[in-house]
């Protein structure tokens, strides 16, 4: 019995042997699996950063579409802009879709929809849905407003619509006028008078040259501002539009030049205040100039003038 107590033990660590070598070869086998793993994660990660559109900071990740441009085809209205790329994007009329398309990887996108030259005036949003949800409604609207005065009434172009791009607080952009130009003498125009229920007023043009700009309602100076390095100029000013009928001017002047003067007439519209049922948009078509009130968000309503040349007074 005494003799074979050692046997016993010599099988008992052969078999203690072959526990722990089968123990480190299933450690070492779990642990290369893992180190796979994470490097093919790792390799997926970078493959997919090689291949993904551009990174925009968080403040831009999240920035509502602009809209740049817009253009008119017959009964086509064509838009162009800037967003966050790979979003959705879609153009709301009364908060309902008409159009939607995707935002190309460089941040651009195009849409156009019909809008016949006799229909009733509309406002256009832009809804951006980005890759991650987030659904953000841009402050710019695009106002579509068809002319409607006789063709022999002035010189105009009756088959084209008025295009205006707004946004609360800011100034208006003409990107399309129903007439024959801006009022503009040597490069020096006027775009728009936008102004509120309170006589908070902006003034806003462009000029081909440098300079200062200067705002007169009747003789009263209101206002200097400068012409950009873009080329645009514009002033902002509160509760200085009294109710009535005068004219505005709008005077460039350059140094060691003559100055140019724009005079044109103008009259502010009694306030209009939303209630249950009114209209969010009120057209007043005048023979010289298109009056624009438009309701606002939290109440109250925003006003935009848009002028034909023939306004201009000598």
Do not use: C
């Amino acid at each position: 019995m005494f003799k074979s107590k050692p046997l016993m033990m010599l099988i008992a660590g052969l078999a203690l042997a072959v526990v722990l070598w089968t123990i480190v070869q299933l450690l070492q086998k779990n642990i290369e699996s893992t180190g796979n793993s994470q490097t093919s994660a790792g390799q997926e990660k970078l493959l997919g950063a090689s291949t993904s559109t551009k990174t925009l900071p968080n403040k831009q990740a999240n920035a509502p579409a602009s809209i740049l441009s817009a253009g008119q085809n017959g009964n086509d209205i064509f838009l162009n802009g800037t967003g966050v790329p790979n979003s959705g994007i879609s153009l709301l009329n009364e908060g309902k879709e008409i159009t939607r398309a995707k935002i190309d990887i460089d941040g651009n996108w195009a849409l156009s929809f019909s809008h016949g030259i006799n229909s009733k005036p509309i406002a256009i949003d832009v809804l951006t849905v980005t890759p991650d949800g987030h659904q953000i409604l841009s402050d710019q609207s695009l106002f579509v407003v068809n002319y409607q005065h006789a063709q022999d009434a002035q010189s105009t172009d009756v088959n084209r619509a008025l295009l205006l791009l707004t946004a609360p607080g800011a100034h208006s952009r003409v990107l399309q006028t129903p007439y024959t130009g801006l009022p503009m003498k040597d490069g020096f125009a006027l775009e728009t008078i936008d102004y509120d229920n309170s006589g908070g007023v902006i003034f806003s043009g462009s000029s081909e040259r440098a300079g200062r700009v200067l705002i007169y309602a009747g003789q009263n100076l209101v206002g200097e501002s400068r012409v950009d390095n873009k080329g645009r100029w514009s002033l902002i000013f509160g509760n200085i539009m009294p109710l009535g009928e005068y004219v505005i001017s709008a005077e460039l002047v350059v140094a060691g030049e003559n100055s140019v003067n724009l005079t044109l007439p103008f009259e502010r519209m009694q306030p209009l205040f939303e209630v249950e049922g009114s209209s969010r948009i009120v057209i007043e078509h005048l023979e010289d100039r298109i009056q624009i009130g438009r309701a606002l968000f939290g109440g109250g309503y925003q006003y935009s003038v848009i002028y034909a040349p023939s306004a201009l007074e000598e």
